[in-house]
């Protein structure tokens, strides 16, 4: 069973405007960590955003913010004022602590910002 | 500061030939992670180290994969008698193990630019 889904293959977005990407996952570990990575078309992960499950807010880091809705097994990402840059692939990832070392990834969410 | 690096950055072999890569981690991280991509999906894990110690290798990963970490730092992930089907991007991350030595879930890890694979 897929661990993480990111049912959005593709998002488009207007430059400035906000934009939410899906990620929702299933695990029966309680502390887990939710990761979100961004890929331009140069090939590198970058981290962007970390939530852990028993944290009590939600992440933010500068335009970036994860939407955790814990009792929906859900992580989303959002974007604010988007900008021409942010046009990448972007992966939600997990991890749990009492299961073994293997992050999951999901199949990513394109996102194309244009002006 | 430096980030992950990984050498070479693309390599063309033909079918049957060897290939080794290399990856660097960030220098105060202990783990390491190679992990395998295709075009429209996201990254595959391989295997997993801890020092110099390969404490996770993935069941998808046929016997002509083989990584090595022997100092605890560099490592190095070797593909013999390389087949189409090899043809990917290679990632390697590191981490720290920021919530204790045992923990894994609070685990960030840093990706290199990556290596890509194609078999001719």
């Known amino acids: 069973a897929q661990k993480i889904t990111q049912t959005q293959p593709g998002m488009f977005v207007q430059e400035k405007e906000a934009v939410t990407l899906d990620c929702t996952y299933d695990?029966?570990?309680?502390?887990?960590?939710l990761f979100w990575y961004k890929q331009p078309s140069s090939g590198e992960m970058i981290f962007l955003i970390y939530?852990?499950?028993?944290?009590?807010q939600n992440a933010t880091e500068g335009r970036y913010s994860l939407n955790f809705q814990k009792a929906r097994k859900s992580a989303n990402l959002v974007i604010s004022a988007s900008q021409l840059g942010d046009s990448a692939m972007y992966f939600c990832?997990?991890?749990?602590?009492?299961?073994?070392?293997?992050?999951?990834f999901g199949r990513g969410t394109s996102l194309i910002v244009h002006p | 500061d430096t980030g992950v690096s990984q050498d070479p950055r693309h390599k063309i072999t033909k079918r049957g030939q060897n290939v080794t890569f290399r990856c660097d981690p960030i220098s105060e991280h202990n783990r390491l992670y190679w992990y395998r991509q295709t075009l429209g999906q996201g990254p595959e894990f391989l295997t997993y180290f801890q020092n110099e110690a390969q404490l996770e290798k993935s069941r998808l990963l046929s016997d002509r994969f083989s990584a090595e970490r022997p100092k605890g730092s560099f490592s190095t992930l070797e593909i013999q008698r390389t087949e189409q089907g090899d043809s990917a991007m290679y990632l390697c991350?590191?981490?720290?193990?920021?919530?204790?030595?045992?923990?894994?879930?609070?685990?960030?890890?840093?990706f290199g630019p990556g290596t890509r694979l194609t078999v001719l």
């Open positions: 695990t029966s570990d309680p502390s887990y960590g």
């Open positions: 939530q852990g499950s028993y944290d009590q």
């Open positions: 990832a997990m991890r749990e602590a009492e299961g073994s070392y293997i992050p999951t």
């Open positions: 991350a590191s981490s720290y193990p920021s919530g204790g030595s045992g923990r894994t879930d609070t685990d960030t890890q840093y």
